[in-house]
């Protein structure tokens, strides 16, 4: 049960949810100065947990873009074709609502991301990468980042055709 149980509290906790969205946020405003429309943020967390999604981010080169990596993972010769179910299952789910919530307000509070009441729309505050992360969460904020880039090139209708989620 000692592997289960921190396994659970590395997914159930906020502080790396913050850092994830703050990578997502930061990757996003590469190629998009205006910020993150919140509503996107909502599929980040969902995404970076699920290891079978996350490995697929890792392998895709970050020119492919997203369309690539979605049609990568329904191709034919993927046996994990309802990968992107999982991305608006697991996104919709209570629970994953409210560790975002918890996420945002902890990175806000942190300044790593600032939130623009007029237009919902999130930004990078603190640009400066952290040194001192695991290996595994290394791993997970390059992956965010990645999927930031990605959703930065697209509308949000277009984020939701390609991914099938809703917003």
Same mark, same amino acid.
């Given at each position: 049960?000692?592997?289960?149980?921190?396994?659970?509290?590395?997914? =159930?906790?906020? #502080?790396?949810?913050?850092?994830?969205?703050?990578?997502?946020?930061?990757?996003? %405003?590469?190629?998009?100065?205006?910020?993150?429309?919140? @509503?996107?943020?909502?599929?980040?967390?969902?995404?970076?947990?699920? @290891? =079978?999604?996350?490995?697929?981010?890792?392998?895709?080169?970050?020119?492919?873009?997203?369309?690539?990596?979605? #049609?990568?993972?329904?191709?034919?010769?993927? @046996?994990?074709? =309802?990968?992107?179910?999982?991305?608006?299952?697991?996104?919709?789910?209570?629970?994953?609502?409210?560790?975002?919530?918890?996420?945002?307000?902890?990175?806000?509070?942190?300044?790593?991301?600032?939130? =623009?009441?007029?237009?919902?729309?999130?930004?990078?505050?603190? #640009?400066?990468?952290?040194?001192?992360? @695991?290996?595994?969460?290394?791993?997970?904020?390059?992956?965010?980042?990645?999927?930031?880039?990605?959703?930065?090139?697209?509308?949000?209708?277009?984020? %939701? #055709?390609?991914?099938?989620?809703?917003?």
């Amino acid at each position: 049960m000692g592997v289960l149980s921190e396994e659970y509290n590395t997914v =159930d906790n906020p #502080n790396l949810g913050a850092f994830i969205i703050w990578r997502f946020v930061k990757g996003y %405003s590469i190629s998009n100065k205006e910020g993150v429309p919140l @509503p996107l943020i909502f599929i980040v967390l969902s995404t970076i947990y699920n @290891p =079978d999604i996350l490995n697929e981010i890792q392998s895709t080169r970050e020119e492919s873009g997203l369309r690539q990596f979605t #049609n990568k993972m329904s191709g034919k010769s993927n @046996p994990k074709k =309802d990968l992107l179910l999982q991305i608006y299952g697991e996104s919709n789910s209570e629970y994953m609502k409210f560790l975002t919530y918890n996420s945002i307000r902890i990175a806000i509070y942190l300044r790593f991301i600032e939130l =623009d009441y007029t237009t919902a729309f999130l930004k990078v505050k603190n #640009n400066k990468n952290r040194t001192a992360e @695991p290996p595994n969460i290394i791993k997970m904020g390059k992956a965010a980042e990645k999927l930031g880039v990605w959703c930065s090139r697209h509308t949000l209708y277009e984020i %939701s #055709n390609i991914l099938k989620v809703r917003f």
